[in-house]
């Protein structure tokens, strides 16, 4: 989850565990706690960092997933 003072627009990134770019979407937050849907469907087994940033760049939250 995503807590935002304000709404804004956040940028979600998943990176593979060779640091490449698998995967970029964008999604409007709103005021409060938001859940955001990441489709990891058609991504290969292993280890990938989720990076959402908001507020123009300004705030970011990292988490670890490992796809089994």
Do not use: C, F, P, R
């Amino acid at each position: 989850t995503i807590k935002v003072d304000k709404e804004s627009k956040a940028v979600i990134k998943i990176i593979d565990n060779n640091g490449a770019l698998m995967s970029m979407q964008q999604s409007n937050l709103i005021k409060g706690k938001n859940l955001v849907h990441i489709d990891m469907n058609t991504m290969a087994a292993g280890t990938y960092q989720v990076i959402a940033s908001w507020n123009n760049g300004q705030k970011q939250k990292q988490v670890t997933i490992v796809k089994l």
